[in-house]
């Protein structure tokens, strides 16, 4: 798609669309695991701003504990988000990058921010702060995303806006966001 006709499709898009769109991005990225934390969305984010960036310094600017670090990198590195390469000047410093299918969506993700990767983590973290769980999801996100979006939706049309997972999976995670007091049903 060229410039113009994509700078005229985001006009036409309202915030809450815009919101739902990064998460199917962000999704599509982190090998379509709507289950994959905003933490780990994070990670892939720093990853893509910094490419070369290594995991002892995400960890420090990130301030993760080494071993949830150690799961994020291994498992962006098993699903074939990222590539690590040894670093040239020190033999024990492994560098990260974003590659393929995962790099194209973030790019995607990234094209609704002026800022593009700040924009992104600022995105995130409002998620975090909003949803107040241990370990938000892309899929408690879009829950949020999808009531903002709609202003009012049923649990039926909220559960049908996911990502066609296990309906269990879809209505534990509706059912923990309404508990918390996150989102209110009026039904």
């Known amino acids: 798609m060229d410039f ?9 898009t309202t915030r809450g669309q815009k ?7 962000l999704v ?8 994959a934390s905003l933490r780990r969305a994070l990670v892939l984010n720093r990853i893509d701003e910094k490419p070369g960036i290594t995991q002892t310094k995400i960890m420090r600017e990130m301030n993760i504990s080494k071993s ?13 988000c990222i590539i690590r390469q040894n670093a040239q000047e020190d033999g024990r410093a492994i560098k990260l990058e974003t590659c393929g299918y995962s790099k194209q969506a973030l790019e995607s993700a990234l094209d609704y921010f002026p800022k593009k990767h700040k ?22 996100a879009r ?24 309906a269990t999976t879809d209505n534990r995670a509706y059912n923990k966001l309404l508990e918390s007091g ?3 049903d009026d039904g």
């Open 182 to 184: 996150v989102i209110k």
């Open 4 to 12: 113009m006709k994509l700078q005229a499709k985001r006009a036409m």
């Open 119 to 140: 924009g992104l983590q600022n995105f995130l973290n409002r998620y975090i702060k909003v949803i107040k769980q241990d370990r938000p999801t892309l899929r408690d």
């Open 28 to 35: 599509e990225a982190l090998a379509g695991d709507p289950s």
């Open 19 to 25: 919101s739902c769109l990064v998460i199917d991005h």
């Open 68 to 80: 949830a670090m150690n799961r994020e990198i291994e498992w962006l590195f098993n699903y074939g």
């Open 143 to 166: 829950i949020i995303a999808t009531l903002y979006d709609k202003g009012e939706a049923t649990k039926t049309e909220i559960i049908d806006s996911l990502y066609n997972g296990p």
